[in-house]
T-cell receptor, first 116, second 119 residues
Framework: AQSVTQLGSHVSVSEGALVLLRCNYSSSVPPYLFWYVQYPNQGLQLLLKYTSAATLVKGINGFEAEFKKSETSFHLTKPSAHMSDAAEYFC??????????????FGKGTHLIIQP | NAGVTQTPKFQVLKTGQSMTLQCAQDMNHNSMYWYRQDPGMGLRLIYYSASEGTTDKGEVPNGYNVSRLNKREFSLRLESAAPSQTSVYFCASNILGGERLEFMNTEAFFGQGTRLTVV
């Protein structure tokens, strides 16, 4: 079974500073990894996904994530934070248990706070 | 393009009442999912349907039932609501279906959520 750990339930950065949101995963099969963002009172939307084509993945709104198999990590970064980046961020892994797709397993989420 | 549509958006129930949350997708996706979101818990899978005609339990199925009415629709039923079921419920769909591993890297699309309060 797969699992995801997000370090830090809340991360606070200043506007213009580097954003780093951490995600570690465990999976018994080659992982398919995703980052989703949730703005207040909305559903989740995809930021980016790892598809094995490249270890550095670029997403929307200037975010990117690097897949590191040796560290079982898929951390999300953005060079310069903007006030509009304030949201909840979820890392997720797609599972397969041999009996069919198990859907996405989510981390507990990281609330990103941007200080002016 | 409507994507995934959930109804209702908000609902207040009394303990013991029943209700059905509706979900429909217009993307011809094979798999559909129901998640609940609670503070500090992330999203937890309640039930899913890998293809039309099949349903399976997820991580937290107790107190819920589901019906995959057709390829478009996947409903979640609370037979006797309890305060512990107060949560935000999300429906999602994915083109992924059954054992189609080549779709494993496809993303899920989410509805806007249903905020349910059980008093």
């Amino acid at each position: 079974a797969q699992s995801v750990t997000q370090l830090g339930s809340h991360v606070s950065v200043s506007e213009g500073a580097l954003v780093l949101l951490r995600c570690n995963y465990s999976s018994s099969v080659p992982p398919y990894l995703f980052w989703y963002v949730q703005y207040p009172n909305q559903g989740l939307q995809l930021l980016l996904k790892y598809t094995s084509a490249a270890t550095l993945v670029k997403g929307i709104n200037g975010f990117e994530a690097e897949f590191k198999k040796s560290e079982t990590s898929f951390h999300l970064t953005k060079p310069s934070a903007h006030m509009s980046d304030a949201a909840e961020y979820f890392c997720a892994v797609s599972g397969y248990s041999g009996g069919g797709a198990d859907g996405l397993t989510f981390g507990k989420g990281t609330h990103l706070i941007i200080q002016p | 393009n409507a994507g995934v549509t959930q109804t209702p958006k908000f609902q207040v129930l009394k303990t013991g009442q029943s209700m059905t949350l509706q979900c429909a997708q217009d993307m011809n996706h094979n798999s559909m999912y129901w998640y609940r979101q609670d503070p500090g818990m992330g999203l937890r899978l309640i039930y899913y349907s890998a293809s039309e005609g099949t349903t399976d339990k997820g991580e937290v199925p107790n107190g819920y039932n589901v019906s995959r009415l057709n390829k478009r629709e996947f409903s979640l039923r609370l037979e006797s609501a309890a305060p512990s079921q107060t949560s935000v419920y999300f429906c999602a769909s994915n083109i992924l279906g059954g054992e189609r591993l080549e779709f494993m890297n496809t993303e899920a699309f989410f509805g806007q959520g249903t905020r349910l309060t059980v008093v």
